[in-house]
């Protein structure tokens, strides 16, 4: 006949198995987040061309989401990088550029604004475009803003309890800026997880395309006159560079390719192609390379029109 357990021993027991429940939990979350973030995991990169060796900056893919959404909503007003900058620096500070629905009191959102204090209800500010364009409506009131520090002008819209803490940002927020821009060509890519095999939506991108750089990103007759020349390609959206930015650098093509990368998981964009150079989520790993000008009708070297083709 067995002895009963004694109270020591089973205590030793239930603390052993709660230590290997520990462990085992613990070994759980190290596998999720290792590939979520290790080698091969999803993940956006901003360099600088012709830095060998330099990593960089580094984001996840929501936090490159909502960067290319800033930067096309303040693109939509006209607005310069400076602004631009400033926005992102907030927002990195304010959510970690993540679309959160909680914060200090009843903040919420990328720029963890208020309802309370009238910057609209908890959905409207959760929705990114809105919640930048009311960033960008107060900023263009602070006098001078583009000339403040970034500390100064944040401040005068956020009215935070930690105003140094935007400068942090800053270097991040203005290599950011310079990329989403346009002004530093191929200076962005995502590295994408593999395709799901479920097919894009070319009218998805174009709806997400006016919503966040505004009507005139496609204007009508002539984005079905470049799509004609494209080939027809109905997987593909064609997008035409005009002078809207005028310097004749190319930096609004870039800055709809780099908008497009950034959104490329979230409207399955399978391929970005813009002046002799292309992005393809299948080699997504190796960034921007030179076209052929053999996988998407008319891309080769053409500096006049952004090709998006989206996933089949």
């Known amino acids: ?66 960067a290319a959404t800033i930067e096309a909503v303040g693109s939509a007003r006209g607005l310069p990088e400076r602004a631009i900058t400033i926005a992102l620096a907030t927002a990195m500070q304010e959510s970690g550029l993540r679309n959160i629905d909680y914060g200090d009191r009843d903040s919420v959102g990328l720029f963890q604004q208020r ?18 364009g009311r960033f960008y409506e107060h900023l263009v009131k602070v006098p001078g803003y583009s000339r403040l520090p970034l500390t100064v002008a ?23 800026a310079a990329a989403l821009t346009g002004r530093m060509p191929g200076a962005f890519s995502c590295r994408t997880p593999p395709a799901d095999g479920r097919p894009g939506d070319p009218a998805g991108v174009r709806a997400q395309l006016v919503r966040e750089f505004g009507p005139e990103v496609l204007p009508g007759q002539e984005a079905g006159r470049k799509q004609r020349a494209a080939g027809g390609a109905r997987s593909v959206v064609a997008v035409p560079v005009t002078a809207a930015v005028g310097d004749g650098t190319g930096r609004r093509g870039w800055e709809v390719a780099h908008w497009a990368v950034a959104h490329s998981t979230e409207l399955r964009i399978a391929q970005v192609s813009y002046a002799g150079r292309v992005w393809s989520s299948g080699n997504s790993g190796q960034g921007w390379r030179k076209s052929d000008g053999r996988s998407v009708p008319g891309s080769s070297g053409r500096s006049d029109t952004v090709l998006i083709t989206v996933a089949r």
């Open 154 to 176: 944040a401040q005068k819209v956020q009215r935070s309890g930690f105003p140094q803490a935007y400068a942090k940002h800053e270097p991040n927020a203005s290599l950011l």
């Open 115 to 132: 309802p309370s204090q009238g910057w609209g209800n908890g959905r409207q500010i959760r929705d990114p475009v809105y919640s930048a």
């Open 1 to 66: 006949m067995s002895q009963p357990t004694s109270p020591a021993r089973r205590g030793r027991l239930l603390r052993i198995g709660a230590a290997c429940a520990v462990l085992l939990a613990l070994a759980g979350y190290l596998a999720v987040h290792f590939s979520a973030t290790g080698p091969g995991a999803p993940q956006c990169t901003v360099r600088v061309p012709g830095r060998d060796g330099d990593d960089g900056y580094e984001l996840e893919p929501e936090q490159a989401v909502n």
